[in-house]
């Protein structure tokens, strides 16, 4: 069975940062995309970033718009997790973050591309 645990999330004012965890078990992710993606209340779930291999020892990485040059996604393949480093945190960026893993290879940035999610942990920036 495969799952995916997710941890780090939390209370933190405007401006600090935040580590989200993603942990794998029941199969690797090593060659395939893994991703961000959070949702607010009332919202839909929206793409945060994503990150994908691309050759020996190579990976790409892509980030939504509102992200960008603030989050920072990476993985070790060694302990099969995925991270989600957010830094400048907004008040915007409040919502629930998942971490998501996709049989496919390449970039993704779709929910429907991926097949395995976490439970999700809750973002919550204050002003």
């Known amino acids: 069975q495969v799952r995916l645990v997710e941890s780090g999330g939390g209370l933190v004012q405007a401006g600090g940062s935040l580590r989200l965890s993603c942990a794998a078990s029941?199969?690797?992710?090593?060659?395939?995309?893994v991703g961000w993606f959070r949702q607010a209340p009332g919202k839909e779930r929206e793409f945060v970033a994503t990150?994908?291999?691309?050759?020996?020892?190579?990976?790409?990485?892509d980030y939504s718009d509102s992200v960008k040059d603030r989050f920072t996604i990476s993985r070790d393949n060694v302990q099969n997790t995925i991270f989600l480093q957010m830094d400048s945190l907004k008040p915007e960026d409040t919502a629930v973050y998942y971490c998501?893993?996709?049989?496919?290879?390449?970039?993704?940035?779709?929910?429907?591309?991926?097949?395995?999610w976490g439970q999700g942990t809750q973002v919550t920036v204050s002003s």
């Open positions: 998501a893993g996709s049989l496919r290879t390449g970039w993704r940035i779709r929910p429907g591309d991926y097949d395995y």
């Open positions: 029941g199969r690797t992710f090593s060659s395939n995309t």
């Open positions: 990150i994908t291999w691309s050759g020996p020892s190579t990976w790409y990485s």
